[in-house]
């Protein structure tokens, strides 16, 4: 069985301020892992994903993950944040290809003050 | 290109009433995949078509069932619905063996 921890519900910054949202998880097979955005009200928005090869994933608007097989996580970050990065993110697993089910974690807000 | 849309965006129905909401994929995709998103909650895996056949299912109940078309379009209907059945229910694609999800922006349900 496969699953994900977001550690914090809620992440507070600042404008320019980095941002680290954290994600570890659990499967019995190499993962495929995710990050997606939820703006409110709205549907879920693929940021990134780490799939085989290169740890270090870029996505959009300026986001990056590491993979680090050792520590089981997945940890998002951006150098720095802006006041339209606020927003819901969820980490998510899959174990392989084929069957591709998402297994996803609790959620992350993301504040970002002025 | 177009993405994936869901109909309708909001729905109010009753306790013991029956629902259908429906997912076009993104063109050339042909795995679809439904998802429950309670309050505050990251999203459930409910089931997953491929190819007009079931490729998998969550821990949801009978009455929770679906359908996929020849041009992968999908429904998801529920039966004798429950107060716990209000939640966005997101529908995503995918094409086929590759494992990334894309999602519409979801269906409203409430159930009173």
């Known amino acids: 069985a496969q699953s994900v921890t977001q550690l914090g519900s809620h992440v507070s910054v600042s404008e320019g301020a980095l941002v680290l949202l954290r994600c570890n998880y659990s499967s019995s097979v190499p993962p495929y892992l995710f990050w997606y955005v939820q703006y409110p009200n709205q549907g879920l928005q693929l940021l990134l994903k780490y799939t085989t090869g290169a740890t270090l994933v870029k996505g959009i608007n300026g986001f990056e993950a590491e993979f680090k097989k050792s520590e089981t996580s997945f940890h998002l970050t951006k150098p720095s944040a802006h006041m339209s990065d606020a927003a819901e993110y969820f980490c998510a697993v899959s174990e392989g290809s084929g069957y591709s089910t998402l297994t996803f974690g609790k959620g992350t807000m993301l504040l970002v003050s002025p | 290109e177009t993405g994936v849309t869901q109909s309708p965006t909001h729905l109010i129905k009753t306790r013991g009433q029956q629902v259908t909401l429906r997912c076009s994929s993104q063109?050339?995709?042909?795995?679809v995949s439904w998802y429950q998103q309670a309050l505050g909650q990251g999203p459930q895996f409910i089931f997953q078509?491929?190819?007009?056949?079931?490729?998998g299912r969550g821990n949801f109940p009978p009455r929770f069932s679906g359908l996929q078309f020849p041009n992968y379009s999908s429904e998801l209907n529920v039966n004798a619905l429950e107060l716990d059945d209000s939640a966005l229910y997101l529908c995503?694609?995918?094409?086929?063996?590759?494992?990334?999800?894309?999602f519409g922006p979801g269906t409203r349900l409430t159930v009173l």
């Open positions: 078509y491929y190819r007009e056949e079931e490729n």
């Open positions: 995503a694609s995918s094409p086929g063996q590759d494992n990334t999800q894309y």
């Open positions: 063109s050339g995709h042909n795995t």
